[in-house]
């Protein structure tokens, strides 16, 4: 996959599929590290062992319309490409956390890209889930947490299209703002570029920018 | 985590949802994109941006919802269409590039794309 972030979609696509209720994501970045991690623990079925053992062969899967599974063998291969790895641990009955680190300035580390559309094809899932995000760069941080939004929204489901263009805004806004002020806007190394709305980065301290908070 | 203006955003908004939300349960659009990992693949993600995209230039209102992967990998981007009262029609290979005509021709102008329909759902009584 061309983009960090269609990974992570994948990884949230698995764990909605194992009828999580809530995900918790996490995106790390860390330059002076050379680290750069995703996390998605869920609350879903869980696999049992000799399961959790194999689901990164690419020829198992738990589906009965075809007998492949490359979801999560795709993430561990661009993990290992990049010096980095994929965990993978899970309880039946309580769900899966997977953790793909990558090398941050590894050359074949593809960019993060669109994070903001990841998460909207999440929360726009059938399946209603809760997510619980956060994002870090450097020391700083952005969080969203949909159970909040939930409770304020009521009986407004988060695909109403008024709810739905909040959501957009909102990330957008918090994702830009993490990066304001760096030298590289896009968190990729000097070969990548991420595709930045633009005009994005330009982006006033608005009304949502309060959703940032040290996390 | 929110701080104070956006829970204020979220409180209008709320209002101003639920007022249209039964009218909209009636009407309704409903377009729905695969995101099983072969719809991500084959670029769902940004069928969604340019479906959302679509809707916004055409004014438009419509729930836009995800699922998982159906059986039909080879297909994606698989995108279903469902107006109240008119059959749910699944579209196959939705690359952005066909977004603009899907839509004007299913929502606006209410014809099948025949070439890219692949089946479709009776409408469930309601």
Same mark, same amino acid.
């Given at each position: ?215 | ?32 994109? !695969? @995101?099983?990992?072969?719809?991500? #693949? ?9 479906? +959302?995209? $679509? ?29 109240? !009262? @008119?059959?749910?029609?699944?579209? #196959? ?9 899907? +839509?004007? $021709? ?21």
């Amino acid at each position: 996959m061309r983009e960090l972030s269609l990974h992570l979609l994948d990884l949230m696509e698995n764990a909605v599929e194992a009828g999580a209720t809530r995900l918790d994501v996490t995106i790390e970045e860390s330059q002076s590290a050379d680290s750069l991690t995703l996390e998605v623990r869920d609350n879903g079925r869980g696999m049992p062992p000799e399961l959790a053992r194999s689901a990164m062969d690419p020829f198992v899967t738990t589906r009965k319309t075809r007998h492949l599974g490359m979801g999560l063998a795709l993430t561990n291969q661009a993990a290992l490409r990049c010096d980095g790895r994929l965990e993978l641990t899970s309880q039946v009955g309580q769900g899966t956390a997977v953790r793909a680190t990558f090398r941050h300035g590894h050359i074949d580390r593809a960019p993060l890209g669109d994070v903001v559309g990841a998460l909207l094809a999440i929360l726009l899932s059938q399946r209603p889930v809760d997510l619980v995000y956060r994002h870090r760069v450097e020391d700083r941080c952005f969080a969203l947490d949909t159970r909040e939004v939930r409770q304020l929204l009521g009986p407004v489901p988060l695909t109403h299209p008024l709810a739905r263009e909040w959501l957009v805004a909102t990330l957008r806004e918090g994702e830009t703002e993490l990066r304001l002020g760096m030298d590289d806007p896009s968190g990729s190394s000097t070969t990548h570029r991420d595709p930045l709305p633009k005009g994005a980065v330009s982006a006033p301290h608005g009304a949502r920018a309060e959703v940032i908070t040290p996390c | 985590m929110l701080r104070l203006k956006s829970v204020e955003e979220l409180k209008k908004l709320r209002e101003e949802a639920q007022r249209d939300m039964t009218v909209r349960a009636k009407t309704g659009t409903r377009i729905v994109i !695969g @995101m099983g990992t072969c719809g991500i #693949a084959a670029g769902a993600r940004e069928t969604m941006h340019a479906i +959302l995209a $679509e809707l916004e230039r055409l004014d438009i209102e419509a729930h836009v919802e995800t699922v998982g992967c159906i059986g039909m990998c080879d297909k994606e981007p698989l995108v279903d269409i469902e107006q109240a !009262g @008119m059959p749910r029609v699944s579209y #196959a290979g939705v690359t952005t590039d066909r977004v603009p005509h899907l +839509l004007e $021709e299913h929502l606006v102008k209410g014809s099948l794309v025949q070439e890219w329909a692949v089946g479709w759902l009776d409408s469930q009584p309601a």
